[in-house]
Structures are given as structure tokens and as C-alpha cells.
């Protein structure tokens, strides 16, 4: 039987991107965004259960087991995230890291949104080392036009090997393209730690099938670390349900290290079963309405009850709002500009817009009122936006 891995030494300046102490698996992405609706809070759980064969550079290869619980809160105007993995290699061997981070959401003006963000993690691996890391980060958001949206950041603080700490700075731009049921994303980052400097241009590809099949590949390149590896690296992942609530993840790649939050190079193969439930539903979206109506009247539900194909690309959707005087619409196929529903009948308003099938997100308005998620449609948490609903036209 192969021996577990011991994992390479810390070396400032390799590696950007987080990992699992796996090897690779499914690494922690915080998508901690702006809710454009009502204050009440998204709440989502979820625990990955799975085998790997992993390669760390330099060393033997191994089969992990590992369990990765996460939980995530997403509000109006904070987020909050955390997650955990515990491995076993085949030795007997294990290691644990753990990660928690939270973000502040400042609307800057109708297309930009100012976020600041705080993270603190470690990870321990038996019998060779122990990483943390704590950082503070700053970024803008801003909102383009035909499904477009970029991004500014700025990170700094501290990370640190056994009792040895080092400054870590990072500067990131991104940009960020939707199209129908695919999304194209260009990220360029330049990472200082101790002595160290390098760069790193990281692309991708993101394709949501109907149904939940939702296929992911990354390719990223290195520049400037004396004595690294450039890469490349490519990592691909595929998820697709089982049921609502389950699904399974299958995935593997190269991928660099990451100095700044104690992730080792690797390669890896992976398969997981991953188990997720909501905690906590969206509130109703809320309308405003005359003085004299009691809160329960002014608490009304907005819900897309039929979507009907027509010719060529054009859909209508039909929403069923109570007592409600003016509807809009805001949606990836409406450059996220306000589109205003007819009223057909009493509580049934309708819209027409071209609209290709695949996978779209919407949110709707009320009386003037906030920007929230429709009932009949999947909560997710969008990147700009905050929290929006999905929805599949055939």
C-alpha cells in the first residue's frame, strides 16, 4: 500500500488559488453578493462526501476520503460563509482546514456596488505543518450592459507557516460575460507575499444545461514566481442532480499552489456526493400600499405561474401579484434595464420579450417598491445583483 503524501514545504510566492486540503476536490468559492430585494436572509447548508486520488507535486501519489460541510447566509447587505474539510489518506493520515468570511455590501450608485469582505482560515496536516492566513479585501462591482459585469479588488494581511508570518498583498481585476445559459469569465491577479512577486491570468467557461447540469473548466497561467512552475493549469468539473436536494460532483486537474492560504500543487481526480438544503426561504417580495392597510395586506407574493413559448425567440411569462398597481421586470434578457408587465386580469400580469432558451435570471418589482425573487423561481446568488431568481425556458 502507497503511503499518504507528505505535503511540500511553504514556499512564498507559489500559489493563488484556494484549495481543499484534498488536493484539489471542490474548492471553496464565496459568492457572498448583494440581495436585491427584501432584508430577510438566504440561509443554505450542504455537505460533499467523497473519494480522491491525489498526486501532490514531488511526492506519492494517494486515495482520500474527505467530507467538506458549508454553510451560507446571503442578506440584503451582508453575507457570510463558512466551510470545513476533513481528510483521510490511505495511511491513515489526515488533515483539516477550515475557513470562515464575511462581506458588507454599499450600493455606490444604480451600477456599481462597493464591497469590503474579511477572511480568516488554517488548515493543520498531521505530523508535518499548520497554515493560517487572515485577510481583508475591498472591491467594486460594476454592472455592464447585455449580461456584462466586472470587478476591482484589493487584498491584504497576513499568512503564516507554523510560527514563520508573511504580508501578503493581492490586486485583481475581472470581467464577467452571460450569455443564455453560459458564463465567460477573465480573472488577472498579482499576489505579493514576503519577498515574493508573481502573476497569475485565470480563464473560464461555465455551462448550466435545463435540468441542473452544470459542466465548469478553468484554465489558469503563472508568471513571474523565481523557480515555479508557469503551468498551465486546467481543472474541470461536472455536477449533475439526482434529486432536489442531491447531486453528484466529479472533477480533477492540475492546479498551482497557494502560499497565501497553505494549499499544496497538485493533481487530482474526484468524485462526491453532494447533499444541500435551504434553511431558509425568501420573504415574500413587499408592496407598498395605502397607509391604511394592515401589514398583512401590504405583504404580498409575486409568482411566475406560466411561461409560454411563442415564435421564433419570443416568450411570454405570466405572474400572478395580489393587489399590486404596476409590475416591472429587470432580467438578463432585459440588459437588466426595467420592463413594465400588462395586466390581463385581476392579479394576473403578463410580459412578451425575445428571449433564448437556457437557463435566465429575473427579479421583479411592485408598486415601486424593492427588487426581490418571485415565487415559482430558483433563489441563487448572483455575482452583481445579489440574490435573483433562475429559471429555465425551454
Known sequence: MRCAPRLAPFQPGRGRRGRSASGGGTGLALVLALAAG????????????????????RFLPSAAFSLSPALRVAGER????????????????????????GSLFLPASPSTVAEVSAELGGSR???????????????LLFQGTAGSSGSLAATAGVAAFDSVRHAAVTVA???????????????????AIGEVAYADLEGGIRHARPGGIEAEAVVSARAGDPGGDPGPYVEATLTFPVTSYA?????????????????????YVTAA??????????????????????DSEATVAAALIELRRGRGNACTLIFRVLRAG??????????????????VEPDLWRVTLPIAPGRHRLNLRVNGGPWGVPAGTTSVADDFQGLVGAVVVP
Open 38 to 57: 427584501p432584508a430577510a436572509a438566504q440561509v443554505r447548508a450542504s455537505l460533499d462526501a467523497g473519494v480522491s486520488h491525489v498526486e501532490y507535486d
Open 78 to 101: 451582508l453575507g457570510f460563509a463558512a466551510r470545513g474539510t476533513w481528510l483521510t489518506f490511505e495511511s491513515g493520515n489526515s488533515s483539516v482546514q477550515g475557513l470562515v468570511a
Open 125 to 139: 496536516y498531521e505530523g508535518f505543518a499548520q497554515f493560517s492566513h487572515l485577510l481583508g479585501r475591498a472591491r
Open 173 to 191: 481585476a475581472a470581467l464577467r460575460l452571460d450569455r443564455r445559459n453560459l458564463t465567460l469569465t477573465l480573472t488577472g491577479t498579482g499576489t
Open 247 to 267: 447531486g453528484i460532483v466529479l472533477g480533477g486537474g492540475r492546479y498551482a499552489e497557494d502560499a497565501v492560504r497553505g494549499n499544496i500543487a497538485g493533481r
Open 273 to 294: 456526493l453532494r447533499v444541500t438544503a435551504p434553511l431558509r426561504r425568501r420573504s415574500p417580495i413587499r408592496v407598498a400600499l395605502p397607509d391604511d392597510r394592515s
Open 326 to 343: 404596476a409590475v416591472e421586470i429587470m432580467a438578463d434578457f432585459t440588459d437588466w434595464l426595467p420592463a413594465g408587465l400588462e395586466q
